[in-house]
Structure formats: structure tokens, C-alpha cells
T-cell receptor, first 116, second 111 residues
Framework: RKEVEQDPGPFNVPEGATVAFNCTYS??????FFWYRQDCRKEPKLLMS???SGNEDGRFTAQLNRASQYISLLIRDSKLSDSATYLC?????????????????FGQGTILTVHP | EPEVTQTPSHQVTQMGQEVILRCVPI?????FYWYRQILGQKVEFLVS????????KSEIFDDQFSVERPDGSNFTLKIRSTKLEDSAMYFC?????????FGQGTRLTVV
């Protein structure tokens, strides 16, 4: 089983659509969870962290289910500028002093194309 | 806004040659990482570095690879004898308070 597995995609949606990405991870000891965005041939950029209570940032909502080892990202009212590869990322490592550090394990990414 | 900077942006080298990829992490960060991404594949962890020593490395990070922080600002990745399969995008990252910040990457092409 892959450490981090994402929907294969690609997703091709019209502007204004709602799109959902899913991800599962295999290491139950994983500590922190993220969605990153990667534009073509660019570095990954943090989109948002993911918490068990769920969190929202504008049009983006992320959810974590630790029991199922499942992470999701919902994008509402898609914009052309949302076109990118979305990476599900899990951190395993060390925690202390209110922070955590350690290696990131990436999923293979899901390509989203938003068209007019 | 502070950022991680990497040089060069693109390096072409002959198989068997040594290359050094350079990174300047964000100044108050303590944890540093190298990742690579082969074209069309996922981002893979290579090595983490803290307090002037390697804290974790992947099985990709074999004896051909080394890292060092020679002067307190630069963080380098050396590949001693490059192979064709080392061709990839190499990303440096530094971390503060849970969030990792990535440099723009060095595209290494081994011919």
C-alpha cells in the first residue's frame, strides 16, 4: 500500500464548480497533514494544514479522519487560477514545544484544470 | 517575505561528474531538507538536517549523496558521481513552527 494515495484524476471542471479531492495514508503514527499546491515545474506551496476538527480558508475546506486515515479537500466556486496539481502531504517525525518537525511524504498529486 | 533561495536554477552535467546544489534557507529556521522530483513523479524525501547533522535520510540518499552547512547560511547537496537517473528537480526546504517552505528548485539534467 502506498504511504499516501490520492485520487488519480485528472479533474476537468468548469468555473464555479465544486470539486473534492480525497487522500488516504498508511502510517497511523503520522502527526501532521497538509494540502500543497504545485504549479507546473514549480515548487510545492502550502495551501492549508488539515485538522481533525476540519478547517476552512475561504473557498477551501479540509477534513481529516484519523480513524479512517483519510484526508479531503473541497474547493468551492472554482476559479481558473485554481488550475494546478494538488498534493496530499503527511508529516512524520517529532513533536515538542508546540511544534512538529520531520519529513514530508507526498502523494502523487491530482491535476485540476478549471476551464471557462 | 523571507524565502528559500536555490542556485543554480538549472544545471546540466555529464554522467560521472560531481555536482553541488546550493540553498540558502530562511535565516531563523532550524530544520532543513532536500527533496527531489523526477519528471512526472511525486516529490520524494531525501534527507533532513538539524543542528549540523543528518537527522533522517531515505534509501535514495546513498553514499553518492552528502549534505553540509559550511558557513551557517548555505545548505548544500553534493552528488559525487552523477547518474542518468539523478536527473530531477531538487527542492530545498526549511522549516519553522510546523510549516515547511520550499525553494524554487534546481533542475538537474545528467547527460
Amino acid at each position: 500500500r502506498k504511504e499516501v494515495e490520492q485520487d488519480p484524476g485528472p479533474f476537468n471542471v468548469p468555473e464555479g464548480a465544486t470539486v473534492a479531492f480525497n487522500c488516504t495514508y498508511s502510517n497511523s503514527a503520522s502527526q501532521s497533514f497538509f494540502w500543497y499546491r504545485q504549479d507546473c515545474r514549480k515548487e510545492p506551496k502550502l495551501l492549508m494544514s488539515v485538522y481533525s476538527s476540519g478547517n476552512e480558508d475561504g473557498r477551501f475546506t479540509a477534513q481529516l479522519n484519523r480513524a479512517s486515515q483519510y484526508i479531503s479537500l473541497l474547493i468551492r466556486d472554482s476559479k481558473l487560477s485554481d488550475s494546478a496539481t494538488y498534493l496530499c502531504v503527511v508529516k512524520s517525525g517529532y513533536q515538542g514545544g508546540g511544534t512538529s518537525y520531520g519529513k514530508l511524504t507526498f502523494g502523487q498529486g491530482t491535476i485540476l484544470t478549471v476551464h471557462p | 517575505e523571507p524565502e528559500v533561495t536555490q542556485t543554480p536554477s538549472h544545471q546540466v552535467t555529464q554522467m560521472g561528474q560531481e555536482v553541488i546544489l546550493r540553498c540558502v534557507p530562511i535565516s531563523n529556521h532550524l530544520y532543513f531538507y532536500w527533496y527531489r522530483q523526477i519528471l512526472g513523479q511525486k516529490v520524494e524525501f531525501l534527507v533532513s538536517f538539524y543542528n549540523n547533522e543528518i537527522s533522517e535520510k531515505s534509501e535514495i540518499f546513498d553514499d553518492q549523496f552528502s549534505v553540509e552547512r559550511p558557513d551557517g547560511s548555505n545548505f548544500t547537496l553534493k552528488i559525487r558521481s552523477t547518474k542518468l537517473e539523478d536527473s530531477a528537480m531538487y527542492f530545498c526546504a526549511s522549516e519553522w513552527n510546523t510549516e515547511a517552505f520550499f525553494g524554487q528548485g534546481t533542475r538537474l539534467t545528467v547527460v
